[in-house]
C-alpha cells in the first residue's frame, strides 16, 4: 500500500537502528523490508529521512525496527509550520490593556499566512516595526485572542501594509489550536489536490 501517513513514537535508538511504537493508525502490518519516509519536528525546525524496516518486534508490545539513515535532511528552517491561509483578523496597535473587549479592537486585516509562532498580516492600516498588536484571529473553531508584536514589513501592493507579527506570550494550548488547524486544513488541501 502506497502513501499511508501514519504516527508513531521513537522508543529507541541503538546502534544503527531506531525502534518505532507500532505506527497508528492500525492497519495492514507493516512488513521487513518495507520502505518508509519519516518526517519529525523538533525545536529547530521539521527533518526527514527515508529508511526501511528491518524487523516487526511483538513482545513486550509491537514495535518496528528501522535501519539507522545514512542522510537527515531538514525540510523546513522555521520553528513552525506554516500554511498560506486567508483568515480575517481584528486589532488595535499599541493597546493600553491586553484585556480589551472586540469592541476596541478597530482595525482589520486578513492573513496571508500563519504559523504557531506568527502571522503575515495584510492590511490598509498603516503599521511600524515594533509596534505592539492585540488582535483577534478568526480560526473556524472561534476566535483566538493574541498579543503580537510586529517584526518585519514587506512590500506590497499601494495601500496595503504586509506585516510579519510574531506572537507574544501565546499560551501552548492557543498554539496548538493553531497548529491543529493548519494540520488540518494541509490534510484537506492534499486530499481535494490542492497542494
Known amino acids: ?28 502490518p507493516i512488513t521487513a523490508g518495507t520502505e518508509v519516509e ?17 524487523r516487526r518486534r511483538s513482545e513486550p508490545l509491537p514495535h518496528l525496527v528501522i535501519a539507522f539513515p545514512e542522510e537527515i535532511v531538514r525540510i523546513q528552517r522555521r520553528r513552525y509550520f506554516r500554511l498560506d491561509t486567508h483568515l480575517r483578523v481584528r ?14 479592537l478597530n482595525r482589520y486585516g486578513v492573513t496571508e499566512n500563519l504559523s504557531a509562532g506568527g502571522l503575515l498580516l495584510n492590511t490598509r492600516d498603516e503599521l511600524g516595526e515594533g509596534e505592539l498588536l492585540l488582535g483577534s484571529l478568526e ?16 512590500d506590497g501592493p499601494e495601500g496595503v501594509w504586509r506585516a510579519g507579527v510574531e506572537f507574544i506570550n501565546l499560551p501552548e ?15 484537506e488541501r492534499r486530499r481535494l489536490g490542492l497542494s
Open 1 to 28: 500500500m502506497r502513501d499511508r501517513r501514519l504516527r508513531t513514537r521513537v522508543e529507541e535508538v541503538q546502534g544503527d537502528q531506531i525502534t518505532l511504537a507500532d505506527p497508528f493508525p492500525a492497519t495492514a
Open 38 to 54: 519519516v518526517t519529525f519536528g523538533v525545536s529547530r525546525g521539521l527533518y526527514r529521512f527515508f529508511s526501511h524496516v528491518l
Open 173 to 187: 494550548a492557543d498554539r496548538d489550536r493553531v497548529a491543529s488547524f493548519l494540520f488540518a486544513e494541509q490534510r
Open 139 to 154: 480560526l473556524p473553531d472561534g476566535p483566538l485572542g493574541f498579543s503580537g508584536v510586529v517584526r518585519r514589513l514587506l
Open 91 to 104: 486589532f488595535r496597535v499599541d493597546p493600553p490593556s491586553e484585556d480589551l473587549p472586540l469592541s476596541e
